[in-house]
């Protein structure tokens, strides 16, 4: 071969090689199910700096989170109306116009068959006005049921309320006020933004495990 087909040759490859081991600048697939691993921090002192973190393959996502008005129940403590519980909790029921998954056991427990619980459950909780000001709405798109882990008993329950059947616990949900997120308004729920809350219900599956965590005082 002569020195200048050889030339040539090299010239011709060397683009190939370079195509070839330049690195992908694509986003790579983030992790699209689950919520395993979601971390709640509440801040005591500066409620609008609490925020929940949940790991995410390209990095974790961050957002601002609400809570209950009147501040924080400890770790194993009973839930009350307006204290949000610390500690770790599973995931136990998803509910929205378009997603419905509960525990088993839970939807034996409502007396109400599976196909009526997915086709009226959210709709009748959605239609609720819990604080009685004309707006109906008030869980946003979407409510994420939680229990405590370790199991501990707790007033959560299927029951009728001002004349609708709902589900009644603690959870992570939506709202009609989008200035309510990132201050202690709430009856205990933990609340986010619409963007926030349709990625979660995307992402969310039963039995995942999320943290919630602050370093400010608690209640027993």
């Known amino acids: 071969m002569s020195v200048l087909r050889t030339i040539a040759l090299?010239?011709?490859l060397m683009p190939l090689v370079s195509c070839a081991s330049r690195p992908s600048t694509e986003r790579s697939e983030p992790v699209s199910r689950g919520i395993d691993g979601l971390t709640i921090e509440l801040d005591a002192d500066d409620?609008?700096?609490?925020?929940?973190v949940l790991p995410d393959a390209n990095g974790n996502l961050r957002f601002p989170v609400g809570y209950g008005r009147r501040g924080l129940a400890c770790d194993g403590s009973w839930f009350q109306d307006g204290w949000t519980p610390l500690g770790r909790f599973r995931v136990n029921g998803i509910l929205s116009d378009e997603r419905f998954e509960m525990d088993p056991e839970l939807i034996a427990s409502s007396g109400r068959t599976e196909q009526e619980l997915r086709s009226t459950l959210f709709r009748n909780m959605s239609s609720i006005d819990f604080k009685g000001d004309g707006l109906v709405g008030e869980y946003g798109i979407g409510y994420i049921s939680l229990e405590p882990v370790p199991a501990t008993p707790q007033p959560f329950s299927f029951n009728t309320y001002n004349g609708r059947f709902r589900w009644y616990s603690f959870a992570?949900?939506?709202?009609?006020?989008?200035?309510?997120?990132?201050?202690t308004l709430t009856?205990?729920?933990i609340n986010v933004d619409r963007n926030t809350l349709e990625t979660l219900l995307e992402r969310a599956q039963l039995g995942d495990e999320i943290l919630i965590q602050?370093?400010?005082p608690c209640e027993d």
């Open 214 to 216: 602050s370093d400010g």
């Open 172 to 183: 992570i949900h939506g709202s009609n006020d989008e200035s309510r997120i990132g201050k």
């Open 187 to 189: 009856g205990g729920c």
């Open 10 to 12: 090299v010239l011709t």
């Open 47 to 52: 409620p609008s700096k609490s925020e929940a």
